[in-house]
Every structure is written in C-alpha cells, then in structure tokens.
C-alpha cells in the first residue's frame, strides 16, 4: 500500500532560522515524489517533482532532494510569508497522488 | 487562463439531500482530478479523468458518488443522500499528459453537512 509520512506534523521558526522537513514513502513502484505548499483556505500548489536518488530542485529559499527512502525540503533563511502547509506525495502510477498529512509550517519576526 | 476554477466555494446542507460541485479545469489540460480533504489531513484521491473518460476511481468512492465530464471540459462531482461524514474540502485538479508536470489545484469547494 501507498504511504507517505511527514514529520514534524507543525514547526515555528524564526525569520532566518534554517530547517528541514522530512517525507518518508514507500518505495516500491515509486514514479516520482512531489511537495506542494497549501495556504489556508486554498487548495495545494505544486513546487517540485522529484523522480530517483540523488536529485535536488531548488525555487527561491525552498530546496527539496530525494534519498532511497526519503526527501527533505530545506528551507533557507525563511521569512514569514513562507507560512504555510507543506504537504509530500508519492505517485505509483500515472494519474494518482497519495499524500501525507502536511507539515504546519509558521515563521516568526 | 485563470487557472482552475469550483463553484460553489461553500455549500450547507442538511444530512440526506443530493449536492453537486462543478470544475472547470485550464482549458487545455486534458486530465482531470477530484481529492477530498478533511482537516489536519492530505488531500485524498477520489477519480480522475482523462478527456472524458473516467479511469481511475478510490475505493473511498461510494455508490453515492458519482462524476462525471462530459465532452472533457468541465466536471460535476454529485454526493446523492449526504452524511455528516461527508463534510470535507473537495479538490479539482488539472493536468496536462504527464503528472510530473504537477498537478493545478482549485480552490476547493467545503461542504458542511449538518
């Protein structure tokens, strides 16, 4: 069975201080390992795809990498506008996402 | 393109009645997707369409629900005789071939049942 785990489940930096959030997921017919960042009230919005070990993408502070068994989402020097919930998936086939349940992500002045 | 679009983006209603949820997708996307949501969790899959075939529906998906797209433009999810374990966030979501293009999320439709 598909499972995504996210942890920690909420983290408050603050502004500047440096972290990661950790996605682990089964590996078994992994196809490509995806992070999407929601705003209440909003749905998911896409930041990268990830597809084999060793990959890294990066878009402004955020920078995601795959490992065998997990990835990681650093985020360097955050601000406060990067509060949000940081949600991972894995997809096994061509169509479906399976998520986790997000980390709450809140940065401080 | 203004992206993804559902209406309505509230919906009240009492345990029993039908409710219907419209998508439209960008226009030029041709696969289509439905996700529940309830709070504190990721969103979970419920159907996904490609033009206007349905391909793919969950488990989760009883016989009270029901999509569909005709001619691959627009979709309608029905939920017919709601229950209170109904109330969640519902997602459309477009792409265009490949889903490692990312998906584009609407805003969601939240339905309450009381």
């Known amino acids: 069975e598909d499972q995504v785990t996210q942890s920690p489940e909420a983290l408050r930096l603050q502004e500047g201080e440096s972290s990661s959030l950790n996605c682990s997921y089964t590996?078994?017919?992994?196809?490509?390992l995806f992070w999407y960042r929601q705003d209440p009230g909003k749905g998911p919005e896409f930041l990268f795809t990830?597809?084999?070990a060793g990959e890294e993408k990066e878009k402004e502070r955020l920078k995601a990498t795959l490992t065998k068994k997990e990835s990681f989402l650093h985020i360097t020097a955050p601000k406060p506008e990067d509060s949000a919930t940081y949600l991972c998936a894995r997809s096994g086939t061509a169509s479906k996402l399976t998520f986790g349940t997000g980390t709450r992500l809140q940065v401080t002045l | 393109d203004t992206g993804v679009s559902q209406d309505p983006r509230h919906k009240i209603t009492k345990r029993g009645q039908n409710v219907t949820f419209r998508c439209d997708p960008i226009?030029?996307?041709?696969?289509l997707y439905w996700y529940r949501q309830t709070l504190g969790q990721g969103p979970e899959f419920l159907t996904y369409f490609q033009n206007e075939a349905q391909l793919e529906k969950s488990r989760l998906l009883s016989d009270r629900f029901s999509a569909e797209r005709p001619k691959g433009s627009f979709s309608t999810l029905e939920i017919q005789r709601t229950e209170q374990g109904d109330s969640a966030m519902y997602l459309c979501?477009?792409?265009?071939?490949?889903?490692?293009?990312?998906?584009?999320f609407g805003s969601g439709t939240r339905l309450t049942v009381v």
């Open positions: 990830l597809y084999s």
């Open positions: 979501a477009s792409s265009q071939g490949f889903i490692g293009y990312g998906y584009t």
């Open positions: 590996v078994s017919g992994l196809r490509g």
């Open positions: 226009s030029e996307h041709n696969r």
